[in-house]
């Protein structure tokens, strides 16, 4: 079975600043993982994902994250916030080789930015 | 690029009548997938579907709800008889197969009254 924590449920940063989302992840097979944004009454968008390629993803608007076996952690980081980056963020992870099965949400974190 | 299409956006129906949600994945999507997100919560899996059959779903997903994939590219999700506690923003979503993204759709946000 798979289970994710995210760490915070609200992080609030100053526009230009470092953005750290936090997610730690329980798998009993080796892991695929992901990161979604959720920006107000829409849809999930993926920002990026890891499927046991590198450990170092780079995903769109500028995030990235990487894969820790051994702190079975996938934290989200952007170096510089801007203000669009405003929304609820969900690290969510799957079973590898397990394409039919259920693709499992975190809490979310909601993201604050400031000017 | 392609996306995973979703009608209607937001349905309103009475506790006890019957709705459908449908869906339109990715034509070479082979995995469809249903969530729904009560407000202000997390994302919860409903169900998964397969080979034109249901591979995994949740305690959530009880004899109320049903899917169905009734032509080739339409694939729907039923509830039997709402419930106020139905009411949520239901997605779909779909994947090409192992290693690759899922694909979610805008969500359709059923109110039940």
């Known amino acids: 079975a798979q289970s994710v924590t995210q760490l915070g449920s609200h992080v609030s940063v100053s526009e230009g600043a470092l953005v750290l989302l936090r997610c730690n992840y329980s798998s009993s097979v080796p892991p695929y993982l992901f990161w979604y944004v959720q920006y107000p009454n829409q849809g999930l968008q993926l920002l990026l994902k890891?499927?046991?390629?590198?450990?170092l993803v780079k995903g769109i608007n500028g995030f990235e994250a990487e894969f820790k076996k051994s702190e079975t952690s996938f934290h989200l980081t952007k170096p510089s916030a801007h203000m669009s980056d405003a929304a609820e963020y969900f690290c969510a992870v799957s079973g590898a080789n397990q394409a039919g099965t259920a693709l499992i949400f975190g809490k979310g974190t909601t993201l604050s930015v400031s000017s | 690029e392609p996306e995973v299409t979703q009608t209607p956006s937001h349905q309103v129906t009475q506790m006890g009548q019957e709705v459908i949600l449908r869906c339109v994945p990715i034509?070479?999507?082979?995995?469809f997938y249903w969530y729904r997100q009560i407000l202000g919560q997390k994302v919860e899996f409903l169900v998964s579907?397969?080979?034109?059959?249901?591979?995994?779903k949740s305690e959530i997903f009880d004899d109320q709800f049903s899917v169905e994939r009734p032509d080739g590219s339409n694939f729907t999700l039923k509830i039997r008889s709402t419930k106020l506690e139905d009411s949520a923003m239901y997605f779909c979503?779909?994947?090409?197969?192992?290693?690759?993204?899922?694909?979610f759709g805008s969500g359709t946000r059923l109110t039940v009254v």
């Open positions: 979503a779909s994947r090409a197969g192992e290693g690759y993204g899922y694909t």
């Open positions: 034509s070479n999507h082979l995995y």
């Open positions: 890891y499927t046991s390629a590198a450990t």
């Open positions: 579907f397969y080979n034109n059959e249901i591979s995994e």
